[in-house]
């Protein structure tokens, strides 16, 4: 049994183009697999997850937020950042809301102002509005109308830039090449200055990574503004700019040309900005984007409601920039156990793969996470391990997995880790993992040295090469305790989704995840950052970029 | 080399004896024979190694070794990593001696406890959860040290107190006034408050520490006011005194030591 050539994944509608682009997918002959699910419980998995998730589609199609107010003026063209470093989209977007409030949408009362012509550009217009030299209103009538149609045409312009990216990307695939090799190799970098980044991360590609993530800036994710500009000061990352990813995409296309395969590109959508990052990634040819649907809510305490109105706009952008979201389901199991809590992360997997289909993602663009990360002194762990790996491969065949690193259970002993390490990549390539984050040896001490990644890639090329094609081999007992094993977890997350849509209020998701069950945090739905810039959409709410996402 | 033999044991040396090689107060580290002094290093330097720089790579590698007291060294593998950078393995014996009447360490003065036993101490010492307020305050807009404490993401590898099911945390973030931060802490009856200052320009992480310091004086009776915690990058962690805090944290503290020490102060002494 061979990988099966990948197939070419839907284009945006006036995209003709296809190309080899889509991280490896689970290959299979056999219907059932390997572990003979129960199709009948695998189905109810799913229509319970689409049973939880609708409501909280509801929710967030009722509201809008600032951020993806700004992403809509961002798409219109809309950049850079007053002297004291504000963008200008939020000194629009507040100027804006001072007087019309959040809750018609940016459209109406931007285009009215610049067809009465306050300003002769959005940019001039910013810098009126924040001046204070412009007052905004709600337009009726043919102001309205004509408001609308200009708003549309500018955000049209937006997503036309978008999905020519995107076909440079499918170009670009086509002429330098894909990885030959399952899974793919996913390397970070993370100094802080996109200068000292970019030689790292081509030196990366260099040394065999097929996928660059560049690290944020832990700060960040809590910042209600994108940043500005080329960035050289961060903390333990580096900021997400237009420019840095900008900069970074050039070097690595220069990397492409040097090495003959196309060298991807990941940051992060996430945090209070997520809309804004997520359209920046898609002006920029970004190719990964992490995008996990309740993580923001779950680690970093911003409010529910903020983050799955936040999400399902980012999520659209992605699909049509043709961006391969990965979530972040691995975090849950450094909080909570990953054998207790296996189920927690397949619970998530159904409900990201909920979410994002019904933002338009295809199956070739969910990056559903998982993680290595059993205490390894428990007997069976690694047998442990191969079944979640497997169960979370049958249950999304056509997904390309993200497989993360142990890091719960690293510790100063470097060499223990290396063979760790070394366990992970094995169970990654023996289960058809899409995307392989490399473990590094240090992950407990330092930031990975130059020699910590030079061993890290040295132990994958090993091991993918010692193993080979063992994934053909490597066929559970029928009813053995793999296949035991995944069971149980498929029906524990069975039953852990019946007891979320069985919650009174009709949003039961957002019930549970107020009273702890994902990654045993507690995060009510009227509290957390970033609720201050949410309102419940008027009649009047137009937003040209969610009407065009939704046109496909 | 022989397979490894294991020397006998010896037994106990009494208090006071001329101490023997093994036992004594100077040793050496141990290889497979005692007083071998063997050591195992590995280091990366900016040489190339590739073709016939390899030799001068090697001396490099030897050369760095004899410098820091490994003689004779064996330079056991010599790695490329590109055309720029080599990485080295090397063994060899030291030439330096251990005098163990001579370790000084930095005692710190509380037992550092796992969330479960940190869990386990409030349950039992306090009968309720403690309460931390944590808050970034003046302008800095960095939120990232107070989040690394409280998130339940936490740093170095150890969860944030978010994750401790006994601590209510409650974290204000960027840019609260000292007013604000006395207010919330009396509203939520904060046993600890703990504050982060990462930017500051000239020294005002101290003013505003000292600022924060005075306003929980003068806002609370002495044996009422809740523990004050300040960390940051900038501060020097004997300058509790002079700050007016309890305790100060510098750079790299984790999670695990703050929760360690509010319940080494608070439940201690409650108990």
């Known amino acids: ?552 | 080399m022989t397979e490894h033999q294991a020397p006998p044991p010896t037994p106990p040396q009494q208090a006071g004896r001329t101490p023997e090689r093994t036992e004594g107060p100077l040793v050496r580290p141990y290889g497979d024979t005692t007083g071998d002094g063997m050591v195992q290093v590995s280091f990366t330097l900016p040489v190339s190694s590739l073709g016939d720089a390899a030799k001068h790579a090697e001396g490099a590698a030897a050369q760095l070794a004899r410098k820091m007291g490994i003689d004779p060294p064996l330079v056991a593998h010599t790695q490329p990593m590109g055309p720029g950078f080599t990485f080295f393995v090397v063994y060899g014996p030291v030439t330096h001696l251990v005098d163990t009447r001579e370790v000084r360490v930095v005692e710190r003065d509380y037992p550092l406890l796992t969330p479960k036993e940190v869990n386990l101490a409030i349950r039992q010492g306090l009968r309720r959860r403690l309460v931390v307020v944590g808050a970034c305050i003046g302008s800095d807009a960095h939120t990232v040290g107070i989040d690394a404490i409280l998130n339940i993401k936490g740093f170095a590898g150890e969860k944030g107190l978010e994750y401790y099911r006994e601590l209510k945390v409650v974290n204000l973030g960027a840019q609260v006034s000292v007013p604000e931060l006395v207010a919330r802490a009396r509203e939520e009856e904060a046993d600890a408050v703990l504050v982060s200052q990462v930017v500051t320009q000239r020294d005002a992480h101290l003013l505003n520490t000292q600022e924060m310091s005075a306003a929980f004086r003068e806002a609370y009776p002495s044996d009422r006011r809740p523990l004050l915690v300040v960390g940051g990058p900038r501060f020097d962690e004997s300058a509790a005194d002079r700050l007016g805090v309890d305790r100060v944290f510098a750079r790299g503290t984790t999670p695990g030591e703050v929760a360690s020490y509010l319940t080494h102060r608070i439940v201690g002494s409650a108990a």
């Open chain 1, 1 to 552: 049994m061979t990988v099966p050539p990948p197939t070419p994944p839907a284009a945006p509608p006036d995209s003709s183009a296809s190309a080899v682009r889509r991280p490896p997918a689970g290959a299979q002959t056999n219907r059932r697999g390997k572990l003979d699910l129960d199709p009948a419980t695998v189905r109810r998995a799913r229509e319970l997850a689409r049973r939880v998730g609708q409501p909280v589609v509801d929710l967030a199609q009722r509201h809008t937020t600032v951020s993806v107010e700004r992403a809509t003026l961002r798409l219109a063209g809309l950049e850079g950042a007053d002297p004291d470093g504000t963008p200008w989209v939020n000194r629009l977007l507040d100027a804006c809301r001072g007087d019309v409030g959040l809750e018609h949408g940016i459209a109406l009362p931007v285009w009215d102002a610049l067809l009465r012509g306050e300003a002769e550009s959005l940019a001039v217009l910013a810098q009126k509005a924040s001046a204070g030299s412009v007052r905004f209103r709600l337009p009726e009538g043919r102001d309205r109308d004509r408001a609308h149609a200009a708003a549309r045409d500018q955000v049209a312009a937006g997503i036309r830039r978008v999905d020519e990216r995107r076909r440079e990307r499918e170009r670009l695939v086509e002429l330098h090449g894909d990885p030959d090799h399952q899974p793919w190799i996913y390397l970070i970098v993370a100094t802080g200055d996109i200068y000292e980044d970019i030689p790292q991360a081509q030196q990366a590609a260099r040394e065999g990574a097929d996928i660059i993530a560049v690290i944020r800036s832990t700060g960040q994710s809590l910042l209600d503004y994108v940043p500005e500009g080329a960035t050289r000061e961060g903390f333990a990352g580096t900021y997400a700019t237009q420019e840095n990813f900008r900069l970074m995409r050039a070097a690595l296309d220069e990397s492409s040309r040097e090495l003959g395969r196309y060298v991807r590109l990941t940051n992060y959508a996430s945090g209070l900005c997520m809309p804004e990052i997520a359209a920046l990634a898609g002006l920029a040819r970004l190719d990964m984007m992490l995008n996990d649907s309740m993580y923001g809510i779950l680690f970093r305490d911003i409010n529910p409601v903020r983050t799955f109105v936040d999400q399902r706009f980012s999520r659209q952008v992605h699909a049509r920039a043709g961006i391969v979201i990965n979530t972040g389901e691995d975090n849950y199991l450094t909080t909570a156990d990953a054998v207790e809590a296996a189920h927690t992360v397949t619970v998530s997997q159904l409900l990201n793969e909920y979410f994002a289909k019904e933002a338009g993602l295809e199956d070739w663009q969910l990056g559903l996470g998982h993680a290595f990360e059993i205490d390894p002194e428990l007997p069976d762990s690694f047998r442990m391990e191969l079944s979640h790996a497997l169960l979370a491969r049958e249950l999304f065949p056509d997904a390309p997995l993200k497989w993360m690193p142990p890091t719960r259970h690293m510790t100063g002993d470097v060499f223990r880790g290396y063979l760790l390490d070394a366990f992970f990549t094995l169970a990654g390539t023996l289960t058809g993992q899409g995307i392989l984050l490399v473990g590094m040896m240090t992950e407990a001490v330092v930031t990975p040295w130059l020699s910590d990644r030079d061993l890290a890639l040295r132990s994958v090329r090993y091991v993918m090469n010692a193993a080979g094609n063992l994934h053909e081999d490597f066929v559970p007992a029928p009813d053995g305790f793999i296949v035991q094993r995944a069971r149980q977890v498929l029906g524990e997350s069975v039953d852990l989704l019946e007891r979320i849509a069985a919650h009174e209020s009709p949003t039961g998701l957002l019930d549970a995840i107020a009273d702890g069950t994902f990654g045993l945090m507690r995060r009510p739905a009227d509290a957390g950052r970033g609720l201050d810039g949410v309102a419940v959409k008027s009649e009047a709410y137009v937003n040209p970029a969610t009407e065009i996402l939704e046109e496909q």
